[in-house]
């Protein structure tokens, strides 16, 4: 019998697991230093990123030579929710080396406001995705294809960030290889 420690070891026919919460060790890690990385969303002007890029992307779309309206609504929301999963809960750790890997468990929805759910940022964040589907929706005239579409990527973002969903993991978008065991390391 080979000694695994206290670790418990992850089935590898899961799909879904839940990260385990952090040790005393990375809690005193993370209080160190403030973290800057999800700190930006409470920052004076960072909502109206959002809008910005949305409207970017819109902008963009509509040049497009051959591309319609029902089109480029689509485009739009499918870009920018592909965009904010990458960045808000694709994406683990902070991307600066500041906090010496405090929050490399962690996503950026987990990180932002520490963790604290039903925050003004968190419910604007969640209201942006959700918002931006209605108004493509609406100028997609309701078609079922646009919609399915739409639909299908509001969803893909929206799901992940709520409270039931915190610190659950998908193992199949997000590969993590098991740690070697004690014998390995021998």
Known sequence: MTRRGNRRR???????YQEPPESL??????ATMPNLNAQW???KG??????????LLKILY???PGVSQETSWTLTNATYMAGSY?????VRGVPFEFNAGAYDNLNMWEQIDNGDQYTP???????????????STHYTHYDITYFMVNFLATVAVVVPKLPALHRMRFAFFNYEPEAPSEDSRR
């Open 25 to 30: 060790e990375q809690q005193s890690d993370q």
């Open 62 to 64: 509509d040049i497009l």
């Open 121 to 135: 940022a968190k419910k604007f964040l969640l209201a942006v995705p959700i918002c931006l589907f209605l108004v």
């Open 41 to 43: 969303v409470n920052a």
């Open 46 to 55: 960072a909502w109206m990123i959002h809008i910005i890029l949305i409207a």
């Open 10 to 16: 992850r089935r590898s026919s899961s799909l879904m």
């Open 86 to 90: 990458l960045m808000f809960h694709y």
